[in-house]
């Protein structure tokens, strides 16, 4: 799917035996490509089709990634289609497994809260915080999710105003304050005959909009191709029409840093970086029928790797290594 295509424009099942048939192709990234087509089964309807896809890569030999999302995307999914029984029985494996990822602990707790077990979704959300978070003052970007669902659950209960609440007030940044967006009462004004009313509502749930299609629209980071040191020397030694683009490795590294400077500042959210291999991009260019020296293929390349769920977000989160590899924190690296 192209980054720009509307999502409601998306023959999912289209969509999914598409990166069904890409995950045959690049079998080192088939987790990734297999739970975006499990989830374009899901939009399409087709439920079983996507707890397959989820069985498919748990009963796979080779390790996963993450098979703790793996399966908390199938409890969702099977408790969508009356396997309520099965779907609890995963959601308390997942949650007696501990994952250090947020992102198992926000869809079962999701699922949970879809489902109307609010109490039982806000101690997941809590658990979840307690386990990843160490600093509350200063929380993970990948935890905030946590931090926001927790709010939520809490103002559906009713439950009062906490140091978590406090911390999920502080980080979100939109216009409307999430006191507003998770009123629980909020329901009741679009009923209202009040112009008022029913103006403040538009506003709020335009600011939620907002957000989804920010992150509808692009599904991948826009990405900076980055090869580290013995890449780079090989692959200009096989491919000399590239040494213009390449004219050292230092210089390489500060060209990634100054461009996605420059696309921060204009405005442009979720970059990353994708590293390359000479054999991938070898291949890559076999794919195209274009020869591997010629430099226009070279951000196709970068787009390919991140639709493949190759990308790592810049800039790295406080206190994280830099990504160019040096071992040192960003802030005293390329982020200084």
Same mark, same amino acid.
């Given at each position: 799917?192209r980054?720009d295509t509307p999502a409601?424009?998306?023959?999912?099942?289209?969509?999914?035996?598409?990166?069904e048939?890409?995950?045959?192709? !690049?079998?080192e990234?088939v987790?990734?490509?297999?739970?975006?087509a499990?989830?374009?089964r899901?939009?399409a309807?087709?439920r079983?089709?996507?707890t397959a896809?989820?069985d498919?890569l748990?009963?796979a030999?080779?390790?996963l990634?993450?098979?703790?999302?793996?399966r908390?995307?199938?409890?969702s999914?099977?408790?969508? !289609?009356?396997?309520e029984a099965?779907?609890?029985a995963i959601?308390?494996?997942?949650?007696?497994?501990?994952?250090?990822?947020?992102?198992?602990?926000v869809?079962?707790?999701?699922s949970l809260?879809s489902h109307d077990?609010?109490?039982?979704?806000e101690e997941?959300?809590t658990?979840g915080?307690r386990?990843?978070?160490?600093?509350a003052?200063n929380p993970?970007q990948?935890?905030?999710?946590l931090?926001?669902?927790r709010?939520?659950?809490?103002?559906?209960?009713g439950?009062?105003?906490?140091?978590?609440?406090?911390?999920?007030?502080?980080?979100h940044?939109?216009?409307?304050?999430l006191d507003?967006?998770?009123?629980p009462?909020?329901i009741?004004?679009l009923?209202?005959?009040?112009?008022?009313?029913?103006?403040?509502?538009i506003?709020?749930?335009?600011?939620?909009l907002?957000a989804y299609?920010?992150?509808?629209?692009?599904?991948?980071?826009?990405?900076?191709?980055?090869?580290?040191?013995?890449?780079?020397a090989?692959?200009?030694?096989?491919?000399p029409?590239?040494?213009?683009?390449y004219?050292?490795?230092?210089?390489?590294?500060?060209?990634i840093?100054?461009s996605l400077r420059?696309l921060?500042a204009s405005g442009?959210?979720?970059?990353?970086?994708?590293?390359g291999?000479?054999?991938?991009?070898?291949?890559?260019?076999a794919?195209?029928?274009t020869?591997?020296?010629d430099?226009?293929?070279?951000?196709?390349?970068a787009?390919?790797?991140a639709?493949r769920?190759?990308?790592?977000?810049?800039?790295?989160?406080?206190?994280?290594e830099?990504?160019?590899?040096s071992?040192?924190?960003?802030?005293g690296?390329?982020g200084?």
């Amino acid at each position: 799917m192209r980054p720009d295509t509307p999502a409601e424009n998306v023959d999912h099942n289209a969509e999914a035996a598409r990166l069904e048939r890409a995950a045959g192709l !690049y079998p080192e990234d088939v987790e990734h490509l297999l739970l975006q087509a499990a989830a374009h089964r899901e939009l399409a309807g087709d439920r079983p089709a996507a707890t397959a896809l989820y069985d498919r890569l748990l009963s796979a030999p080779e390790p996963l990634d993450n098979p703790h999302l793996v399966r908390a995307l199938k409890a969702s999914n099977l408790w969508e !289609y009356d396997h309520e029984a099965e779907a609890r029985a995963i959601i308390e494996g997942v949650r007696a497994a501990a994952p250090r990822d947020p992102a198992p602990w926000v869809i079962v707790a999701e699922s949970l809260e879809s489902h109307d077990e609010l109490e039982a979704a806000e101690e997941t959300f809590t658990a979840g915080l307690r386990l990843l978070v160490a600093d509350a003052a200063n929380p993970p970007q990948s935890t905030h999710p946590l931090l926001y669902g927790r709010h939520r659950v809490r103002r559906m209960l009713g439950a009062p105003h906490d140091e978590w609440d406090t911390v999920a007030d502080t980080l979100h940044s939109s216009r409307v304050s999430l006191d507003e967006l998770h009123d629980p009462k909020r329901i009741w004004s679009l009923g209202s005959d009040n112009p008022a009313e029913l103006e403040a509502e538009i506003s709020r749930l335009r600011a939620e909009l907002g957000a989804y299609r920010e992150a509808l629209s692009r599904p991948f980071p826009v990405a900076v191709l980055h090869w580290p040191a013995p890449e780079l020397a090989e692959l200009v030694a096989a491919y000399p029409t590239l040494t213009a683009e390449y004219s050292s490795h230092e210089e390489h590294l500060r060209t990634i840093e100054a461009s996605l400077r420059e696309l921060s500042a204009s405005g442009t959210a979720n970059l990353g970086i994708v590293t390359g291999t000479v054999p991938s991009y070898e291949a890559f260019a076999a794919s195209e029928g274009t020869s591997p020296g010629d430099v226009t293929l070279l951000p196709q390349y970068a787009t390919t790797l991140a639709a493949r769920g190759r990308a790592v977000a810049w800039p790295p989160e406080r206190g994280a290594e830099c990504w160019c590899g040096s071992g040192r924190a960003y802030e005293g690296c390329h982020g200084g």
